[in-house]
């Protein structure tokens, strides 16, 4: 059941969770469709967290059902929005803000699948339609968003297929190792499941080009929180668990040059371009492993 009652994020946290999520593309398409409905409302950042919030809780319902299911997570999200901070709202206002969480997470569903008719969540994601048609401001959102993605097919961008209600992870991800208790005691990870994120770095390191390339894992580890700051606990964790030596005084002398600041890395440069491409797909992973 979800919880009542919304606490409003920090806008500090919100401008730092902000930077990071324009890694996504799909954030980056409905930022500003999410900004023009904004006022009085959920900014951006805290629509796409709640949905983030709202698939957790779709997955624990049987795949059959979801598409019944949207009209109790309706009745509990209008509650939940009922108050922010303990601040009482209108209907209207909790409707809006339903609407807004609800309509994000059609738009994440609908990614699963390039062909719409195939996509495993249609029956899911015109449930959520049917019901959000009838709020104010779906329609404006809908529309602000297909003007948006018309925008990326003109640039020749497409958005790239993903579930993230995790269905499919294991079929498109592929087969994952297993780490021992060893391994997973002694990485010095700090995460409820120490396994995905392992995982998660398992597949990213299959693009590494260089050793510098572990930077980028060192830096979202380091950024979520998972690892101290010590790089050479980090290289004897690499060397440990996956078997690569790097040099700890060359891998500060890579964090020197791009920064400790993920956010202020500079595309211009060739290595640090290809380590915000690393950066973006451990976050991905991560985000469907854990």
Same mark, same amino acid.
């Given at each position: 059941?979800?919880?009542?009652?919304?606490?409003r994020i920090?806008?500090?946290k919100?401008?730092?969770?902000?930077?990071?999520?324009?890694?996504?593309?799909?954030f980056?398409m409905?930022?500003?469709?999410?900004?023009?409905?904004?006022?009085e409302?959920?900014?951006?950042?805290?629509?796409?967290?709640?949905a983030?919030?709202v698939?957790?809780?779709?997955?624990?319902?049987?795949?059959?059902?979801?598409h019944?299911?949207?009209?109790?997570?309706?009745?509990?999200?209008?509650?939940?929005?009922s108050s922010?901070?303990?601040?009482?709202?209108?209907?209207?206002?909790a409707q809006?803000?339903?609407?807004?969480?609800?309509?994000?997470?059609?738009?994440?569903?609908?990614?699963?699948d390039?062909?719409?008719?195939?996509?495993?969540?249609?029956?899911?994601?015109?449930?959520?339609?049917? %019901?959000?048609?009838?709020?104010?401001?779906?329609?404006? +959102?809908?529309?602000?968003?297909?003007?948006?993605? /018309? *925008? &990326? !097919?003109?640039?020749?961008?497409?958005?790239?297929?993903?579930?993230?209600?995790?269905?499919?992870?294991?079929?498109?991800?592929?087969?994952?190792p297993?780490?021992?208790?060893?391994?997973?005691s002694?990485?010095?990870i700090?995460?409820?499941?120490?396994?995905?994120?392992?995982?998660?770095?398992?597949?990213?390191?299959?693009?590494?080009?260089?050793s510098?390339?572990?930077?980028?894992?060192?830096a979202?580890?380091?950024d979520?929180?998972?690892?101290?700051?010590?790089?050479?606990?980090?290289?004897?964790?690499?060397?440990?668990?996956?078997?690569?030596?790097?040099?700890?005084?060359?891998?500060?002398?890579?964090?020197?040059?791009?920064?400790?600041d993920?956010?202020?890395?500079?595309e %211009?440069?060739?290595?640090?371009?290809?380590?915000?491409e +690393?950066?973006?797909?451990?976050?991905?992973?991560? /985000? *469907? &492993? !854990?």
């Amino acid at each position: 059941m979800i919880e009542t009652g919304y606490k409003r994020i920090p806008k500090e946290k919100i401008r730092k969770t902000k930077t990071k999520l324009y890694s996504d593309p799909l954030f980056k398409m409905v930022y500003l469709p999410l900004w023009y409905q904004h006022e009085e409302d959920l900014t951006p950042v805290e629509v796409w967290q709640e949905a983030n919030m709202v698939i957790g809780e779709m997955k624990a319902i049987s795949k059959d059902i979801r598409h019944l299911e949207v009209s109790t997570i309706v009745e509990e999200l209008n509650e939940r929005y009922s108050s922010f901070d303990n601040v009482a709202r209108t209907e209207e206002m909790a409707q809006h803000t339903t609407m807004l969480v609800l309509s994000t997470v059609m738009f994440m569903l609908a990614e699963a699948d390039a062909d719409w008719k195939h996509n495993p969540h249609l029956q899911l994601c015109r449930s959520i339609s049917q %019901i959000m048609s009838r709020v104010k401001g779906f329609k404006e +959102l809908c529309r602000d968003v297909k003007t948006e993605e /018309s *925008r &990326l !097919t003109e640039e020749n961008t497409s958005l790239p297929i993903r579930d993230f209600m995790g269905d499919t992870k294991e079929s498109d991800i592929g087969d994952l190792p297993i780490f021992s208790d060893k391994d997973i005691s002694a990485c010095g990870i700090k995460h409820d499941n120490v396994t995905g994120i392992l995982q998660a770095i398992w597949l990213v390191s299959k693009s590494f080009v260089a050793s510098n390339d572990w930077i980028a894992v060192y830096a979202v580890l380091l950024d979520m929180e998972f690892i101290p700051s010590t790089m050479t606990t980090f290289c004897t964790m690499v060397k440990n668990v996956f078997g690569v030596s790097i040099d700890s005084k060359y891998m500060n002398s890579v964090l020197r040059s791009h920064g400790k600041d993920i956010d202020k890395w500079n595309e %211009i440069y060739d290595d640090q371009r290809r380590h915000l491409e +690393l950066v973006s797909a451990l976050r991905l992973y991560i /985000s *469907r &492993l !854990t």
